[in-house]
């Protein structure tokens, strides 16, 4: 008890005593965003440095496409394990021991001395990424247990989200070009170091109902599922075959693995996430529009960059200036979707940012082989604006769905869906970019190529350009010119058949609440509230047994029914808040 009152001493201290809770709350906003931005930088900073790798390491084929996949694949596979644990032992005490795994990691990374000991790294990283990532929104949903100040909140965390992945390659490319390759990992060291102690002081811990043993079982299953699944779909991005074993197998065993796991689910007293919550329609359908929208904006932005730089011929410098614009609109709709969502709803919100998003890349589809600007900058910010309001309505939406005991198995779920969604991005974007883009190469029908080159310049673009210096002559230069019409007439049926996937979204989420209940927190939740500006734990609160004089002064007691959940106070989405 005394280490609890001293910590809540401490903390009032620091925030300017126990009246300005308001401001300790978005201080731990900081602390999650600054997390979070973390371990979204190192999703994308060693992109521009695997050339350096390469020629330092000297890895082999395999071992370089492990140096790359390793990190988001142990991430994606544990991030129901590690958010399902921080429900039973605090998300606090995963998020710290995350920091603590995620900078010995980049240590370990940056300075590695052979291929294995980076791959061991980087996956090792992808454990600590695990670990952050859940804890961050479950913190973040049980500190704003206001839906109108979580909204904001979850506004702030994904305009951040989008920074991290936009600004990883140019920090990458910085770094590399000013120190070694080494350096990309070892920026997350101070700032792991100065963040930790932070946290530690200023996050609240929270946890879930503590009933029952939790399901070691059920998470490596789990685990396992999600691992099999995601390797299969990024295997099938890479250009694999569906009936190769090697993708085939993990994605059946995926699927048989995640099939067992949630049946074991089903019949537990006490599972590790309530599956039932997949039958409120808001929750799966919030689930289902963050793998459309991640679907569409992971593949679009990968064929975005090849036809910048193979097709406009862009550097990679300003290839990512011209991608700047897409990333501001991002954050710009981060940043006003709390107002957005209160006036319009989750509905109109999400199914808006769908339809926004399929006039963006139809509006792509008008462009050809000259350079543009005007037009790709409209589309870009389109495209940003649109999808950010759409992932910023379908993450809203699935945190307010979830109950709070079960934020972090909610998060894990969203972030799992983030994961997926993206995989599928590149394998079936890629799939039907390739599939309409070689067959006018492979047939032979390039005057002067022989056919064994032209089926090499099936393979993609960069390699047609290769083949095409290779030959040389009037014949190298038709084919060139045949593999560029290629590939523009491959980018705009991919265009095509991303649009009809982003209405399909906006379809689906007709089944989103039309208008956003701002509910007043159940009696236990006000005690949370309360608990989060004293410093104390929070433990979840699922009877209502919280005593009433712990609520916020000004706020009316909750009259207690036989759930003990307070009488809502709905506001239709078009009144001004008080």
């Known amino acids: 008890m005394s280490g609890t ?7 009032r201290a620091a925030v300017g005593g126990g009246a300005h809770g308001d401001v300790n709350r978005w201080a731990v906003l900081v602390v999650l965003c600054v997390s979070l931005l973390l371990v979204a930088l190192d999703a994308t900073v060693l992109h521009v440095a695997v050339p350096a790798v390469t020629e330092d390491l000297r890895p082999s084929g395999v071992e370089l496409l492990w140096i790359v996949d390793a990190y988001p694949l142990v991430c994606a596979a544990l991030l129901i394990l590690f958010g399902t644990l921080g429900d039973r032992i605090g998300r606090r005490r995963v998020l710290l021991i995350g920091y603590g795994i995620f ?18 790294a980087r996956a090792l990283l992808g454990i600590g990424g695990a670990m952050i990532m859940p804890a961050t929104l479950s913190i973040l949903r049980t500190v704003f247990p206001d839906r109108r100040e979580r909204a904001m909140a979850i506004g702030i965390w994904t305009a951040v989200a989008a920074v991290g992945a936009a600004t990883g390659p140019v920090l990458g490319g910085f770094l590399v070009e000013h120190f070694w390759w080494g350096s990309v990992f070892l920026i997350n060291v101070p700032l792991m170091a100065l963040i930790l102690p932070v946290a530690r002081f200023l996050l609240p811990e929270s946890k879930g109902e503590c009933d029952g043993p939790w399901d070691v079982v059920g998470a490596l299953l ?15 991005g890479a250009g694999a075959s569906m009936l190769d074993v090697k993708t085939f197998g ?9 099939t067992l796991f949630v049946r ?6 006490h599972p590790l996430i309530d599956v039932t919550m997949f039958a409120r329609p808001a929750f799966s359908t919030s689930v289902g529009c963050i793998v459309l929208a991640m679907l569409a904006l992971v593949g679009l932005e990968l064929i975005a960059v090849q036809y910048l730089q193979l097709v406009l011929g862009l550097g990679p410098l300003e290839t990512g200036l011209r991608l700047l614009p897409l990333t501001f609109a991002a954050i710009a709709a981060g940043a006003t979707g709390s107002y957005t969502l209160r006036r319009v709803g989750p509905r109109r919100m999400v199914a808006c940012g769908f339809v926004l998003t399929a006039g963006a890349v139809l509006l792509l589809v008008m462009m050809g082989q000259h350079d543009r600007p005007g037009l790709l900058t409209t589309a870009f910010v389109l495209l940003g604006f649109g999808l950010q309001s759409t992932l910023f309505g379908a993450y809203e939406s699935m945190l307010s769905e979830a109950p709070p005991e079960q934020a972090g198995g909610a998060a894990a779920i969203g972030e799992t869906s983030y994961q997926l969604g993206a995989g ?10 390739n599939a309409a883009y070689a ?16 089926a090499a310049a099936a393979n993609s673009l960069g390699e047609a350009y290769q083949v095409a210096a290779q030959l040389g002559g009037p014949a190298g230069e038709a084919l060139r010119i045949a593999a560029r019409h290629s590939f523009v ?10 649009a009809g996937l982003l209405l399909l979204g906006a379809v689906a989420a007709l089944r989103l609440p039309r208008v956003m209940d701002c509910e007043a927190p159940p009696c236990g939740e006000a005690a949370e509230m309360e608990s989060v500006s004293a410093g104390a734990d929070i433990p979840a609160q699922r009877d209502g047994t919280a005593v009433e004089a712990a609520a916020p002064a000004g706020r009316s007691a909750a009259h207690h029914g036989g759930s003990g959940r307070a009488t809502a106070l709905r506001r239709n989405v078009g009144a001004e808040p008080n």
């Open 5 to 11: 009152t001293t910590a809540g001493a401490r903390l």
């Open 103 to 120: 900078g010995l990691a980049s240590i370990a990374a940056a300075f590695a001395g052979s291929p294995g000991i980076l791959i061991a």
């Open 222 to 236: 789990a685990a396992a599922g999600v691992l099999g699944v995601v390797l299969g779909v990024k295997r099938l």
């Open 250 to 258: 993990p994605l059946l065993l995926g699927a048989v693995l995640v």
């Open 264 to 269: 074991r689910q089903r019949r537990r007293k």
């Open 424 to 433: 599928m991005g590149i394998a079936l974007l890629g799939s039907v970019m």
């Open 439 to 454: 067959p006018a190469l492979s047939s032979g029908s390039v005057d002067g190529v022989p056919e064994a080159a032209g």
């Open 489 to 498: 007439h491959g980018l705009h049926v991919t265009l095509l058949v991303s």
